[in-house]
């Protein structure tokens, strides 16, 4: 999965939450993917919504990949990991395997732009991202919630953030939205399931991304036991 027109206008909405991030990495080198016509024209306009005057040659670079639209932005410079070195990621790892002490308490920011999805043992790549962040360190994260059947291993609903990330691992959640793949709808502020009705279960009529943003925070001991929130007081 790469950068689309939605992700884009979200990436740059959520650029004052990583703006003091120095070292980052991006899980799988994004691509900006913007073949529709139109697209390009679109993200200008939203850019300049948000005072970021920028035109063609600030968005795309002529590799495909995404580092010239995320400096455009004003994220920090990301390194790339991938499990292989195909499409030139300077770290290579599979992240169904712990990573090793060169990666550890390393990064100030890591993007998730919807390559855990693809890791079967999605738990490990997510306790990976944990291993990778420094104190204070924020994960991004978009990947599919609702209508990508076929498209991965996993499709994520509001429980991981809020479940895993914040009440099991200690971390603060700074924003978790839902939004489409292509339509113009403002993105859907997601809030904690725990005690709503069936972990507050939706239904989307078009193809969704979850999109969350939380930070590590100092942590006394190990972890808490992952409840699902429909279970919490079953």
Sequence with gaps: MGISINIAIQLARIAPLVKDCKGGIMLGRQKMHFRPAGWAERLIAELDKMGIKAGREDLFQDDGFCETYLRTIGWPVLESLDFSAIEGAEHVHDLSVPVGDDLRNRFDLIYDGGTTEHVFDIA???????????????????????????????????????????????????????????????????????????????????????????????????????????????
């Design 124 to 234: 490990q790549s997510f306790r990976n991202v944990d291993a990778m962040l420094n104190e204070g360190g924020i994960f991004v994260s978009c990947v599919g919630t609702d209508g990508w059947f076929g498209h991965g291993f996993y499709q994520v609903g509001p429980d991981i953030p809020w479940r895993y990330w914040v009440a099991s691992m200690g971390y603060s959640m700074l924003g978790c939205w839902t939004f489409s793949r292509k339509g113009g709808e403002p993105p859907r502020p997601i809030d904690d399931p725990t005690l709503q009705a069936r972990g507050a279960e939706h239904r989307y009529t078009a193809p969704q991304f979850i999109f969350y943003v939380v930070r590590k925070e100092p942590r006394q001991g190990p972890p808490g036991q992952v409840i699902q929130s429909h279970y919490i007081n079953y």
